[in-house]
């Protein structure tokens, strides 16, 4: 049996004319705090329900821990935990007494855990307050604290920043990365680039249902690397010798700098050159698209398949980060 956390394989959604989820194909890896990262609509919390075994899959599988959740039910979630959409509660009872509620059902040892839970998400000053009147940012860290009682291996999490107010974010990326720190693995969807790019290592972003890119957040960063950036004493004269020089494929002045696309080794020979030219370079960078641009360039326009995807490096994609 395989003990790696997730494995999506050509998995698809469809309802009627709408294919929700695309033949995604996604691996978590040990360890992973991985990013599901999408627009509204993109199929994020119906992938997270076929993993969760609450709904079928029109095609493909998914494997949990080498285990089939759609066909083996209850046993396949052994040691996986979360919630999809928004985490659901009886609001005229305690926090504490969900929690306990919930830990009778799940049996085992799981009341002895109820405390330490509700530590762990920072709610047992709370506890006995109805949920009914938490706020968002308490509901969602009792969904967590709910998840935490069945001792997780694999936490699956629909959003669970959003909606927070940016010290509730905060907070939430922080509890994600202590739970990743005690050893959990973690899959969350969020539409947030920022959140993803400060949480996780390794991210799949989805577009209409289509996985658009899978791998290191590292990769992604670096094929958004697009040209350089260069000042100079003098930016006309500096275009001049741009032109001749044997590797640059253009330079154009925009804003006050010379925007040119080298490769590295060409960029060097150029520098050079600038100076022997009379020129002083005060300026020389890599002119970074930020991954904001690359995410929506990935996940807008006008239909899937059209738009350019960076090819990450072969080793990376599906590999162990
Ligand atoms: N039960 C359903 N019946 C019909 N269509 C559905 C159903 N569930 C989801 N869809 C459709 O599937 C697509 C993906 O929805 P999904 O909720 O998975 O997106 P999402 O990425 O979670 O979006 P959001 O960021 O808004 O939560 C949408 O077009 C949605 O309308
Ligand atoms: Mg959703």
Redesign the pocket.
């Known amino acids: 049996m395989t003990e790696t956390p997730v494995e999506a394989r050509g998995l698809v959604k469809q309802?009627g004319r709408?294919t929700?989820v695309d033949h995604v194909d996604l691996t978590v890896n040990r360890g992973d705090v991985y990013g599901f990262l999408?627009?509204?609509?993109?199929?994020?919390?119906?992938?997270l329900r076929m993993m969760l075994g609450l709904i079928y899959p029109t095609a493909g599988s998914v494997r949990l821990f080498g285990r089939d959740p759609t066909t083996e039910g209850a046993a396949a979630l052994n040691g996986v935990a979360g919630f999809v959409e928004a985490p659901r509660f009886y609001p005229y009872l305690s926090a504490r007494t969900n929690m306990q509620m919930m830990a009778a059902f799940d049996g085992d040892d799981a009341v002895s855990r109820v405390e330490a839970a509700l530590d762990t998400v920072e709610l047992t000053a709370r506890a006995d307050d109805k949920v009914g009147g938490y706020s968002h940012g308490m509901r969602q860290r009792l969904g967590i604290a709910a998840a935490l009682l069945r001792e997780p291996r694999l936490l699956l999490l629909d959003?669970p920043a959003t909606g927070l107010d940016p010290g509730g974010m905060r907070d939430m990326r922080a509890l994600i990365r202590r739970l990743a720190d005690g050893g959990m693995t973690v899959l969350l969807?969020s539409?947030l680039l920022a959140e993803v790019e400060e949480l996780c290592d390794r991210v799949a972003i989805v577009r209409a249902g289509r996985i658009v890119y899978e791998g290191a957040i590292a990769d992604l960063k670096a094929t958004a690397t697009t040209g350089y950036r260069l000042r100079t004493s003098d930016n006309t004269a500096a275009i001049a010798v741009c032109e001749a020089q044997a590797g640059v494929a253009s330079a154009r002045l925009d804003g006050g700098e010379v925007h040119l696309d080298a490769a590295e080794p060409a960029v060097a020979e150029l520098s050079v050159a600038l100076v022997e030219s009379g020129l002083r370079i005060t300026a020389l960078v890599p002119d970074s698209a930020t991954l904001e641009d690359l995410f929506f360039r990935l996940t807008e326009g006008s239909t899937p398949g059209e738009t350019e995807v960076p090819e990450p490096a072969a080793d990376v994609v599906g590999g162990v980060a």
């Open positions: 309802y709408i929700a999408g627009p509204n609509g993109a199929g994020k919390t119906t992938t959003e969807s539409h």
